[in-house]
């Protein structure tokens, strides 16, 4: 496995993890975004405007989790089964699922886990959460913070196995914003700036 670490004066993807011996860059004919909240302001952020940045990238086939499932997903109601069966249904061959952590100092990166919602086993000591879910937009709002967002990029395209769909995954910090909100905005265009740059998706 292969963890790099880059550090920067900017908002960066601070850690990732790429699967080993791929193929790339990948290209997907229709890629849903999926952001895990139970908070419904927080969600349509973060899904909005990683598909708008996917969109100035020429990715013109953007579906997001609001409008693929009937129930808002949460760390709650995380049924890997359906979301996998919805996403073939509706012809999704990449998935990009994406969470907030909070303002956690994290320790060291971890890639055992390889599927499902973005996992905390790793912040267990800070969140006793088995699936990531993004509290409430006004709860972390003072200054001198580190907000911690993860992604996971799924290829649905040629699954055999769920162990298999993961081919990317990754964590950044956004220092300071005025909210929250604003950091899942310079977090979404870290993110999709990051897949482009490092070739992983085209």
Not at 51 to 65: A, L, T
Not at 70 to 93: A, S
Not at 130 to 138: G, H, K, L, S
Request: proline share 4%; with cysteine; hydrophobic share 35%.
């Amino acid at each position: 496995m292969m963890l790099l670490l880059m550090m920067s004066c900017g908002p960066s993807m601070t850690s990732n993890w790429l699967k080993p011996n791929l193929e790339l860059p990948k290209y997907y004919g229709r890629i849903a975004v999926i952001a895990v909240s139970s908070d419904l302001e927080l969600k349509e952020i973060l899904e909005k405007h990683i598909g708008q940045k996917f969109e100035k990238h020429g990715m013109d086939n953007v579906v997001y989790g609001s409008e693929l499932f009937k129930e808002n997903i949460t760390q709650g109601n995380w049924d890997e089964g359906y979301i996998t069966k919805t996403l073939k249904q509706n012809r999704v061959d990449g998935a990009i699922v994406v969470s907030y952590l909070g303002d956690l100092d994290v320790p060291e990166y971890s890639t055992e886990v390889l599927y499902g919602a973005p996992a905390n086993q790793r912040l267990e000591q800070h969140v006793n959460l088995r699936n990531t879910e993004v509290p409430a937009p006004d709860y972390y709002t003072s200054g001198n913070k580190k907000y911690w967002f993860e992604a996971f990029l799924y290829d649905l395209s040629s699954m055999q196995s769920k162990e298999e769909a993961l081919i990317w995954k990754g964590q950044s910090s956004v220092s300071s914003p005025s909210s929250v909100k604003k950091g899942a905005k310079r977090f979404s265009k870290v993110l999709v700036d990051h897949l482009y740059k490092k070739e992983i998706l085209k």
